[in-house]
């Protein structure tokens, strides 16, 4: 069975830091780019950031750049979301998601997904 499962998500003081671990089970993920996304209460899910297979290619979006970085390590298979400088607006669900092939930027271009880590940030 293909499976991604995230972990490392808690409750975190304002300005604090927290990362994100995905790995996969039932397949590698050399192969495949990697995305973070993340639903809050009430709101759509959205991209956060993403990385090429080899890890080459990193994109982020406005609301987390210069505070999030996505990294990889392909021989542990495991990707990370490291989160720097926390606000409450960054309470969410966060995914990982697998799409083989070529860096996507939207969900309908990924392949699998794990089932979700919350992170709360308090104010």
């Known amino acids: 069975q293909l499976q991604l499962v995230e972990s490392g998500g808690t409750l975190v003081q304002s300005g604090g830091s927290l990362r994100l671990s995905c790995t996969a089970s039932?397949?590698?993920?050399?192969?495949?780019?990697i995305g973070w996304f993340r639903q809050a209460p009430g709101k759509e899910r959205e991209g956060v950031s993403c990385i090429s297979s080899g890890g080459s290619i990193l994109k982020y979006a406005d609301s987390v750049k210069g505070r999030f970085t996505i990294s990889r390590e392909n021989a542990k298979n495991m990707v990370y979301l490291q989160m720097n400088s926390l606000k409450p607006e960054d309470t969410a669900v966060y995914y990982c998601?697998?799409?083989?092939?070529?860096?996507?930027?939207?969900?309908?271009?990924?392949?699998?997904w794990g089932q979700g880590t919350q992170v709360t940030v308090s104010s």
């Open positions: 039932g397949f590698t993920l050399d192969d495949f780019a």
């Open positions: 998601a697998a799409a083989w092939g070529l860096i996507q930027t939207a969900a309908p271009g990924y392949d699998y």
